[in-house]
Every structure is written in structure tokens, then in C-alpha cells.
């Protein structure tokens, strides 16, 4: 099992360009979510999913958009992109919510908004 | 306001001695907290979790407290070796929804 997987790794964008951050995973989780880490900040929710389907916002999720048509992908959008986007973003799954539902992250993508 | 937080300085000690990270939260009533260890350009991996009708909990040499009064959660690492170095994350689900709230992280340097 590859667990969760995120594409790119790296990526540098100029200021009011889009892209989408990929995310999948092989281990039929049901729960996927996004977060990005900045220095000193910890990691803050941007988006989750509970199923296919079916999506919703996180704490900071403004400027990003994010769909659900397989369990397996969660792909997140950024629609023009800013220099305050900057940031690394993880993606990661569970198998539902609650207690017993540790998360499983990838590895990030290293964004940086020009 | 509801907040999280970790050692904001980075945690240096010998090899051999426990590590001992703090986390502490205000305004939240979490049914259960987590640990994660996160390595350089690496996600975060989870640790241990830890219910609130749980004092104590350990895994080989962890151990995590979990003190409901006081608002804050204790993470051990007794023997410590240089391997242990990383940032090591506490987590909480404030409303049971899997949508975790994390401290900043406090980073261990063991030193050989």
C-alpha cells in the first residue's frame, strides 16, 4: 500500500495563477482532509470530506475549493493564487471520524506564491 | 478563545535522559487527545491517543498523561536516543467530527 499519496512535491506559482493540489489514497478511508502548516501556526484544516460526495469547510478555508467524486481522490483547488497561500499543504485520511480514527498523512506539497 | 498550545522552544537533551513535551488547551473539553511525531519534509505520524477517562497510556517508550482538571496532556520518551529528534504535534477533536485541532509542535534534539 502506497497509503496517501500527493502530487507535486514542489511547486512555485506567480500571484493570481490557479492549480490544483492532488491527493489519493489506496486504503479506502472514508474521511480525507486538508491542512496547510505554516511556521509557528500548527496545522490548520482548510477542507474534509466524509464520503464521497460530500464535502466541507475547514478553519481556514477561503481562497480554496475542493471536490469528492471517488473515495480515493481529494484533490484541492486554488482559484488565484496569493502570496499568503504560501505554505506547506498535507493531505490526509482516516477511516471515519472519532476516536479510534488516527490520521494518515502524506508527505506535502511545498507551495510558494511569487 | 479555544487554543492549543505546545513548548514553543525546541527541547534539547542527553541521550539516555526522558523527554518530557507539554500541551495545553483552554476553552475545549476534548473526549480524547492525540500525539503525532512529524520528520523534516515529512507528513506527521501518528503516536498514541489517549481518552479523558484515561490517566495514562504508554507504548514501549512513550507514555502520555492526560490531566482533564488541569487542561493538559504530558508526552514521555523515557531512554532517549538521537533517533527521537523530531517535532512531536498533540491533536485534539474538540467536537468528536475528525476535524483535529493541533498545537504548533514542539521540537526534541536528542544529542548523542
Known amino acids: 500500500n502506497a497509503g496517501v499519496t500527493q502530487t507535486p512535491k514542489f511547486q512555485v506559482l506567480k500571484t493570481g495563477q490557479s492549480m490544483t493540489l492532488q491527493c489519493a489514497q489506496d486504503?479506502?478511508?472514508?474521511?480525507m482532509s486538508w491542512y496547510r502548516q505554516d511556521p509557528g501556526m500548527g496545522l490548520r484544516l482548510i477542507h474534509y470530506?466524509?464520503?464521497?460526495?460530500?464535502?466541507d469547510q475547514g478553519e481556514v478555508p477561503n481562497g480554496y475549493n475542493v471536490s469528492r467524486s471517488t473515495t480515493e481522490d481529494f484533490p484541492l483547488r486554488l482559484l488565484s493564487a496569493a502570496p499568503s497561500q504560501t505554505s506547506v499543504y498535507f493531505c490526509a485520511s482516516s477511516p471515519g471520524r472519532g476516536e479510534n480514527q488516527p490520521q494518515h498523512f502524506g508527505d506535502g506539497t511545498r507551495l510558494s506564491i511569487l | 478563545s479555544q487554543k492549543i498550545e505546545q513548548n514553543s522552544e525546541a527541547l534539547n537533551i542527553q541521550e539516555g535522559k526522558t523527554a518530557t513535551l507539554t500541551c495545553n488547551y483552554t476553552?475545549?473539553?476534548?473526549?480524547?487527545l492525540q500525539w503525532y511525531r512529524q520528520d523534516p519534509g515529512r507528513g506527521p505520524v501518528f503516536l498514541l491517543l489517549?481518552?479523558?477517562?484515561?490517566k495514562e497510556k504508554r507504548k514501549e517508550r512513550l507514555k502520555v498523561t492526560f490531566d482533564t482538571t488541569l487542561k493538559q496532556s504530558l508526552f514521555h520518551i523515557t531512554a532517549s536516543q538521537p533517533a527521537d529528534s523530531a517535532t512531536y504535534l498533540c491533536?485534539?477533536?474538540?467536537?468528536?467530527?475528525?476535524?483535529?485541532?493541533f498545537g504548533q509542535g514542539t521540537e526534541l534534539s536528542v544529542k548523542p
Open positions: 486504503m479506502n478511508h472514508e474521511y
Open positions: 470530506s466524509v464520503g464521497a460526495g460530500i464535502t
Open positions: 491533536a485534539l477533536d474538540p467536537n468528536q467530527g475528525g476535524k483535529l485541532i
Open positions: 489517549i481518552r479523558e477517562n484515561e
Open positions: 476553552n475545549y473539553s476534548p473526549a480524547y
